[in-house]
């Protein structure tokens, strides 16, 4: 399908790592890509009426659970350790069935509020798979390896399947997913490696959130978490490191000479209590790809990306006490940096970048006074997920606030019920 975005009154984007704003302007869509954009004609697209609204990329959230939506709100005052073991004793009873409740809830809820694209670490991901590519979103989904929880060579197993299953989806990509060297052993540390070398797949794994782990490591291993990582061969170009709120500046060196990724997640790192520091700045200053995920929903306890790239630069603002962490730098990291963490041309309006694209209702009372110069700011401090009118993912139509909406609350609706009648039992 081709389409035009016929009138845009703006459209933000990213040319390389520069902001640019365009107004008035058309989009041209062809077999999923940008192929045109300003004062363009085309004849023969499927029109959509972009006058009214803001066009922007679609966001990436780089680091969720999704189907803990089914433990949103189940308990939310505890720290991190005793968190973890509440969340345990409920996933050990989880069913497919559940999961994928959970997972369509969260689905709903970020192609709802402009998230065209989420990394998943969670059991049985060829059921969010599923509901993803039903949906229409761009995942990235692995069976996580958790020696506490399952068996290694079940999850290896899991994963060259799954892999051979997605490995030519168009929205759909394998990942080798590492709950944490606290949850691990070194053999199977070892084992995700070496799968991941030969399925040529990203690593992504929690590394140095709270202080226990970093003590822990130290008494274990004699190292810092991500020195640990190094030792084994797991921190190169292929790595997706979450967290690192407690890391060292020699620990960043590591990161940013193997050309690592790195993801914010301020909201869950605040609502946990796990303090420390993601020291954003300094990994920038290093030419680190910093990323942003707002963590599982029964940790954040949301999954829109607005809140979190507004979140994600208060946080930074009130560690370094100045204000060097700007609204771009949050826009960049839930964009361009996401995409490049999924490995495709994305984040970015332009000529050869994927049609994953928002629409932003430019009369929002939270936007206004609306102007070029205002734009990002409005955007990444006052705007949420309501504001979103239209999702595209692939350059199709996945979201459409006037013709959706009320199908997806019904929907919405039944879930919940469903989601209540099981999580009773453990209340
Ligand atoms: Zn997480």
Redesign the pocket.
């Known amino acids: 399908m081709s389409y035009i975005l016929r009138n845009c009154d703006f459209v933000l984007t990213l040319s390389g790592e520069d902001l640019r704003i365009l107004r008035n302007v058309n989009v041209l869509i062809e077999n999923g890509v940008i192929v045109e954009i300003g004062d363009v004609k085309g004849s023969g697209y499927e029109e959509i009426d972009c006058s009214g609204h803001i066009a922007m990329p679609g966001l990436v959230n780089a ?3 999704t189907p803990m939506s089914l433990l949103r709100g189940f308990f939310d005052d505890a720290e991190l350790p005793t968190w973890l073991n509440k969340m345990w004793s409920v996933e050990r009873e989880l069913t497919p069935d559940i999961i994928a409740l959970g997972s369509e809830l969260s689905i709903i809820e970020m192609i709802m509020s402009g998230t065209t694209a989420f990394i998943d ?1 969670y059991y049985h991901p060829e059921v969010t798979a599923e509901i993803a590519l039903k949906y229409g979103v761009r995942a990235m989904l692995g069976p996580p390896f958790m020696d506490t929880y399952v068996n290694a060579v079940q999850v290896e197993n899991e994963l060259r399947n799954f892999y051979v299953k997605y490995v030519h989806s168009s929205l759909i990509k394998p990942i080798v997913n590492i709950h944490s060297i606290y949850t691990v052993g070194k053999d199977t540390l070892l084992r995700a490696k070496e799968l991941s070398e030969a399925l040529n797949l990203p690593i992504h794994i ?1 590394i140095s959130e709270t202080r226990d782990e970093i003590y822990e490591s130290k008494k274990r291993y004699g190292v810092f978490p991500v020195e640990y990582l190094n030792m084994l061969g797991i921190v190169t170009n292929k790595t997706q490191l ?2 690192l709120g407690w890391v060292t500046n020699w620990e960043l060196g590591l990161i940013s000479r193997a050309g690592a990724k790195v993801i914010h ?1 301020p909201t ?1 790192n605040m609502k946990l209590a796990t303090a420390g520091h993601f020291p954003m700045k300094e990994l920038m200053s290093m030419g680190v790809t910093v990323a942003l ?1 707002t ?2 929903p029964a ?1 954040n306890n949301s999954l829109d990306m607005f809140r979190e790239m507004k979140m994600a630069v208060l946080l930074q603002r009130h560690s370094y006490w100045d204000v060097g962490i700007k609204a771009i730098h949050a826009f960049r990291a839930a964009t361009i940096n996401g995409y490049k963490l999924l490995g495709v041309r994305g984040g970015c309006l332009d000529k050869g970048c994927v049609a994953d694209l928002v629409l932003l209702d430019a009369g929002s009372p939270r936007l206004q006074p609306l102007r070029s110069d205002n734009l990002l700011s409005n955007i990444v401090y006052s705007a949420d997920g309501s504001d979103v009118d239209l999702v595209m993912v692939n350059g199709k139509v996945i979201y459409e606030k006037s013709r959706d909406y009320y199908a997806l609350k019904e929907r919405v609706k039944i879930i919940s019920e469903d989601l209540n009648d099981f999580i009773q039992r453990f209340l």
């Open positions: 680091h969720t659970h670490m929690h979450v967290h997640a869950s995920g963590d599982g940790s």
